[in-house]
């Protein structure tokens, strides 16, 4: 519960640091009756960026990113269900999402750095 309290901790100061821009950050208005285990960060990057363009710039200051949610139209197990037309939300936000770091080991201010060159990245 600890390292979960930390990690909710952080998962707030990035949706503070991203406030009033425009990245979106999922989950983030999670009723007060439901636990979260805060276990990913992910964000939706602006609809004019180049994730890969993003995940070099932030790799070029160490950060790691990683990618969650693949588009599920592309899993055999789906393949029947869903017209491409119906999708066209699915594939803007999958090829737009975005993974940042998140463990309770993390400090204010790694989350503050991450946010800045982020924010740095988009603009």
């Given at each position: 519960?600890i ?57 070029s ?37 975005l ?8 400090t ?11 924010l740095?990245?988009?603009?």
């Amino acid at each position: 519960v600890i390292g979960n309290a930390q990690r909710k901790k952080l998962f707030n100061a990035y949706v503070s640091a991203f406030q009033g821009s425009n990245v979106t950050v999922p989950f983030k208005n999670i009723p007060i009756n439901i636990m979260s285990s805060y276990h990913i960060m992910p964000i939706i990057l602006p609809d004019n960026q180049d994730r890969n363009n993003i995940i070099s710039k932030l790799k070029s200051h160490r950060i790691q990113t990683s990618i969650h949610y693949p588009n599920f139209k592309n899993f055999t197990a789906y393949s029947n269900f869903f017209l491409n037309e119906q999708l066209k939300v699915v594939d803007a936000i999958c090829a737009r999402e975005l993974t940042l770091p998140l463990h309770p080991r993390m400090t204010q201010e790694q989350v503050e750095e991450v946010s800045y060159h982020l924010l740095e990245a988009i603009s």
